[in-house]
C-alpha cells in the first residue's frame, strides 16, 4: 500500500510538472509570437536545430516537429549571404567571441525576410557543444532604412543641384551637409567638408572671399536668422539668408543675386536718363512757350 501510494504520488509530481512545463512553453511561444522572434537551440555536432513554434510561423512553414536540419535550415538561406555554419566554425575556434549575424531567409509563400540571429555557445548532454539563442525579424527595419537611405540621398542629391551655396549646422555647431558651391565659394579642401567637423575647423580652413560691400536687409531681421548681401572683390552679389532649425542648428543658403543686381543697376540707368529726357523736354517747352509768347 505504501509502495503503491509513493507511485501514485511520484505520477502526480510527474503530471504536475508537465502541466508546468506545457504551461510555460505555451507562454514562451505567445511571448516569441508577439516580439516576432524565435528560440534556436542548434546541437552542432548532430546537425539539427530546435526551432520554436514562432519560427515556423514567421517563415510561414507548416509546424512539422520541434527540429529542422541544419541543410533544411541552409536550403532558405539567400545565396548573397555567407553559411551560418562559417561563423560557428569561427566561434568554436575561438576567432569570433560572439555570434550576432543578419541574414535572410526565405518564407514559404516566395519572398525573403531578414532576421537577426544573437546566440551564444552552450553544453548540451556529454558536453556537446549547442548554439542557443533568439532570432529577431528585422524585415521592417531594413525596409525603413533603406528608405531613409533612399531619401537622403535624393536630399543630397537635390541639394548638390541647387544654384544656392547651401550649408547645415547641428546644434553643436558641427557640420552635418554641404555642396559643392558652398566648398568652392570657401575654397575648403574636401577633408574640411566632412559630416561632424566643428564650425571653427571649417572656417579656419576657409578662404573668405573679399567683400567690397555689405548690406543688412531690413526685411530680413527676424528673431530666428538674417539675411543680407554681399558683393564681392570680383564684383559679384550674393544674398545670404541664415536661419535657425527647430533643434538649434541653423542653414545658411547664399544665393548669387548678380544678375538682379545688374538688371536693377540698368533700370535706375534707364530712369535717370528718362528723368533727363523729361527736364530736356520741359525746359523745350519752356522755351517754345517763351518764344511763342514774344511771337505774340
Known amino acids: 500500500c505504501d509502495w503503491s501510494s509513493d507511485v501514485c504520488s511520484s505520477d502526480l509530481k510527474a503530471a504536475e510538472a508537465d502541466s508546468l512545463l506545457a504551461s510555460a512553453t505555451q507562454r ?12 534556436w537551440d542548434w546541437d552542432i555536432p548532430r546537425g539539427v536545430i530546435f526551432w520554436s513554434k514562432s519560427m515556423f510561423e514567421m517563415l510561414g512553414m507548416p509546424v512539422k516537429g520541434d527540429f529542422l536540419s541544419s541543410a533544411e535550415v541552409a536550403a532558405r538561406l539567400h545565396p548573397e549571404d555567407a553559411p551560418l555554419e562559417d561563423a560557428i ?22 519572398h525573403w525576410l531578414w532576421l537577426r540571429a544573437r546566440a551564444a555557445l552552450a553544453a548540451g548532454e556529454a ?6 539563442g533568439i532570432v529577431f525579424d528585422i524585415t521592417h527595419q531594413k525596409l525603413a532604412a533603406r528608405l531613409n537611405l533612399e531619401a537622403e540621398l535624393r536630399l543630397k542629391d537635390a541639394i548638390e543641384n541647387i544654384s544656392e551655396a547651401f550649408v547645415l549646422w547641428d546644434a553643436e555647431n558641427r557640420l552635418v551637409l554641404c555642396n559643392s558651391k558652398y566648398q568652392q565659394f570657401h575654397s575648403l579642401p574636401a577633408a574640411a567638408c ?10 579656419r580652413a576657409a578662404k573668405e572671399p573679399s567683400v567690397r560691400k555689405r548690406v543688412s536687409l531690413a526685411s530680413g531681421e527676424r528673431a530666428d536668422g538674417k539675411s543680407f548681401e554681399v558683393q564681392l572683390g570680383d564684383r559679384r552679389w550674393l544674398q545670404i539668408n541664415e536661419r535657425r532649425t527647430k533643434d538649434g542648428g541653423f542653414v545658411s543658403v547664399g544665393t548669387d543675386i548678380t544678375a538682379l ?22 525746359k523745350e517747352r519752356l522755351l517754345a512757350d517763351q518764344q511763342a509768347q514774344r511771337l505774340r
Open 89 to 110: 566554425e569561427d566561434l568554436l575556434a575561438g576567432r569570433l567571441q560572439a555570434f550576432d549575424r543578419e541574414f535572410r531567409m526565405r518564407h514559404d509563400d516566395g
Open 194 to 203: 566632412v559630416p561632424g567637423t566643428p564650425y571653427d575647423v571649417v572656417t
Open 28 to 39: 514562451l511561444d505567445k511571448a516569441l509570437d508577439r516580439g516576432q522572434c524565435g528560440m
Open 261 to 282: 543686381k545688374k538688371q536693377e543697376e540698368r533700370l535706375l540707368l534707364s530712369e535717370r536718363e528718362l528723368m533727363v529726357t523729361v527736364r530736356d523736354l520741359q
Open 127 to 132: 558536453g556537446a557543444p549547442h548554439l542557443v
